[in-house]
């Protein structure tokens, strides 16, 4: 469990410096689309900190991969289960998405599209990796 937790704090702290970047690329997005603009210090706080926290959770739990008494498909349900609730959380709390019904549906397919091609992308990479390192034994 302490090598999970190291590795889950180390994993969150790289993906953490990436929530600003995350956070200007949504307000560019609503400006483009609503014409948004954050009105005091204290919302722009309030979302930095929060992409802040959400990056680091999302980035964290990839540690959940390195359990060894977990299985693949297990360690992907758990991963994306808690970064769609880590997303959600956030996402209604900085009032980025509505809490209504059409919203929270686009949210969830979004998610789920996105999370698969990622994923699908990550595991053709490693699995190319894996067959040029069997290739070269």
Known sequence: MKEFISNFTKRGLIAAGFGPFILTIFYYAYYLAIH?????VLEINKNILSSLLLAFIAGGISAI???????LGIATLINAVVIYIDYLFFYLFNDWVEMSFTPLIVFTICYIVGYVIIWLCIYH???????????KL
Not at 65 to 71: A, G, I, P, Q, W
Not at 125 to 135: E, H, L, R
């Open 36 to 40: 948004y603009n954050p009105t005091s």
């Open 65 to 71: 991969f390195k359990v060894e008494k977990l299985s």
């Open 125 to 135: 990479q490693v699995k190319a990796q894996i067959q040029k390192v069997n290739q």
